[in-house]
């Protein structure tokens, strides 16, 4: 992590991802654009028209399935050139080309839901009779019937779809602000090497046995966000001001309502899950303590959350070993498997390494009819091993739903998103685990299960209530001012991690840099999806292939079913608490573990 960043074309070809198999020429990519935008008005010409024959409906719906697939990959292409280097000019002018494209088709697009809304449900079921050709959009249609309740006249949804691009505007701002225009300060570790602190560095400098440079770290860290504290308290207030504006346009009693109906999820699922995690607080406390105690301090702070407490065994994986040990551990999900978690690496679907301006985190994107992608920005840690398998574990899902079904069917919920890749997570846990001989090895192993558990779990459920609080407060009128969230967000923080942790006034500012805060109540999927991997992986690991059929039968079955219905194919019944609260039981008997090894 020494001296600066490498530029983007610094960066060994070998390690960034393959985008020319999207489009050789980007020319291409501008011809598509435009293809999708000339589709999308020779679908508006059937505006009024939708009731009149079979023949007339399956020709839109064709139609709309190759408009919005071009769109898809104008948009995957564009987003991906743009997160590589956020500073590129080039790259933001095609982003900012697709948002428009995309909202000008939305608004060409608005008559269609309403439109079939209103033909009668004997007329619709005629129509499959006719042309039989129909039944390729059965999950289409059914989807757009479910909603009948929250669908407005196509005026108005013209109307909400010509709002798209504003309503990109915070989410945008706090993109350009994260990752391309905010600097951070240079430190010195204790061999005076001068490290620039990044966002993609952050943790890792968190993890140093260096206690003092953490600390300097973290604060140096955190008070960078606190001098745009009032900017980002902005930027979030507009998010949260445009699920309000959609929620109620669609009439939804709140926005977390809004936000769970659109994955076709109950409500009760979260409240399910943040009523569990309260009732097992006292295994996160107990954490806690026993992370004080192992670190050897006599207060914890949250500059000691990330540090390894098996402070002496700090294993490196070079990518290639990453690679390697990513193999092993997946082979109980079988040959075919592998293979394409071969072709993967062998083929360039994964960008590697952080640079200069390149978008922090990491995620996998599907592109329709080409193969899916991931980015990285890896540092050589066990976490980075653990980020390539879980972004594995979503590239397969989405390889596997999108051989075995069509484009639209393929587009599986975002609830269900986080469970190939957890399990996958859990899969080169229980690898390592067992082979595992060395008793600090072991130790080191189960430090990192019970960070799985805290940062997936309980970190995720606290998101979920500080995102489902604010929300709340600015529903009831509560301006969201930075002091008010960060009066929030401490709160929170104290309220999970006990009061054997000190939580450093600095840490009321996290809220300020998480990206999913923008995504619209996507983080209590981590913790739902996580309790369900521990499961799968658990079945898989006992039952063998048993067990591996019906989950590659999950994957491949996209959105054809309601995600709890879906789960329900491998094995995980989410429409009660139990799989969560036995994914907390195994937190306490990981805890259990460790105190043994430590008595």
Not at 55 to 72: I, R, V
Not at 175 to 187: H, Q, T, W
Not at 235 to 245: A, M, N, S, T, W
């Amino acid at each position: 992590m020494q001296g600066k960043l490498p530029l983007r074309q610094e960066v060994p070809e070998e390690m960034t991802w393959r985008l020319e198999d999207i489009y050789p020429d980007e020319n291409l990519w501008e011809e598509e654009l435009k293809e999708a935008v000339a589709l999308a008005s020779e679908i508006r010409k059937y505006k009024g028209h939708l009731s009149e024959s079979a023949e007339g409906m399956y020709a839109m719906l064709q139609m709309y399935d190759a408009c919005t697939l071009k769109l898809d990959r104008v948009y995957g292409y564009a987003s991906m050139r743009q997160d590589q280097d956020t500073g590129n000019s080039r790259y933001q002018e095609f982003e900012l080309k697709a948002q428009s494209a995309s909202v000008r088709i939305g608004e060409q697009l608005a008559f269609i839901e309403p439109e079939i809304l209103a033909i009668p449900d004997d007329v619709i079921a005629r129509f499959c009779e006719e042309v039989p050709a129909l039944k390729d959009y059965e999950v289409t249609l059914r989807e757009i019937l479910r909603r009948k309740d929250h669908t407005l006249s196509g005026e108005m949804e013209q109307l909400l779809a010509s709002a798209g691009e504003m309503a990109q505007t915070a989410s945008n701002g706090f993109g350009m602000l994260s990752n391309a225009d905010l600097k951070f300060p240079v430190v010195r570790d204790r061999d005076g090497n001068e490290i620039q602190i990044s966002n993609g560095r952050f943790v890792p400098l968190q993890m140093s046995p260096d206690r003092e440079l953490r600390r300097e770290v973290f604060e140096k860290y955190y008070t960078r966000y606190s001098e745009f504290k009032n900017t980002w308290a902005a930027l979030y207030d507009g998010q949260v001001k445009q699920q309000i504006f959609y929620a109620r346009a669609r009439k939804y009693p709140s926005t977390f309502a809004a936000a769970v109906d659109e994955n076709n999820v109950d409500p009760a699922v979260c409240d399910r899950l943040i009523e569990s995690v309260h009732s097992k607080l006292d295994y996160m406390h107990r954490y806690v303590a026993l992370r004080r105690k192992m670190l050897g301090v006599d207060e914890l702070h949250m500059y000691d959350v990330y540090m390894p407490m098996v402070a002496d065994y700090d294993r490196k994986f070079t990518y290639e070993e990453a690679k390697e040990l990513s193999l092993k551990a997946l082979a109980p999900l079988g040959e075919e498997y592998l293979s394409i978690v071969k072709k993967a690496y062998e083929e360039r679907w994964i960008d590697v390494r952080e640079n200069e301006g390149k978008r922090s985190g990491a995620y996998s994107s599907g592109v329709y009819g080409v193969h899916p992608y991931m980015l990285l920005n890896y540092t050589d840690t066990l976490d980075d091993v653990f980020t390539l398998v879980h972004e594995m574990g979503h590239s397969m899902h989405t390889w596997y739903s999108e051989h075995a079904q069509s484009h639209l069917n393929s587009r599986y919920r975002i609830f269900v998103a986080e469970v190939a890749s957890t399990t996958n997570e859990i899969l080169l846990l229980e690898y390592l685990l067992a082979r595992a001989e060395d008793p600090r090895e072991r130790a080191y192993l189960l430090n990192h299960y019970m960070e799985s558990f805290k940062g997936t779990v309980y970190r995720q459920t606290m998101f979920e209530e500080f995102e489902r609080k604010s929300n709340a407060m600015a529903e009831a009128g509560i301006p969201l001012t930075a002091g008010a969230l960060c009066d929030l967000y401490l709160d929170l923080n104290r309220q999970y991690f006990g009061e054997e942790m000190v939580s450093d006034p600095l840490i009321a500012y996290e809220w300020c840099r998480i990206p999913h805060f923008y995504y619209n109540f996507y983080v209590y999927q981590y913790a739902t999806s996580f309790s369900a991997a521990v499961a799968i992986a658990h079945r898989i690991l006992e039952q063998g292939e048993t067990a591996v059929r019906p989950y590659l039968e999950f994957l491949k079955s996209g959105c054809t079913q309601d995600p709890v219905s879906l789960l329900k194919i491998a094995g995980v019944d989410l429409s009660t608490s139990r799989p969560v609260d036995e994914a907390l039981e195994v937190f306490g008997d990981v805890i259990r573990q460790m105190e043994e090894l430590q008595a």
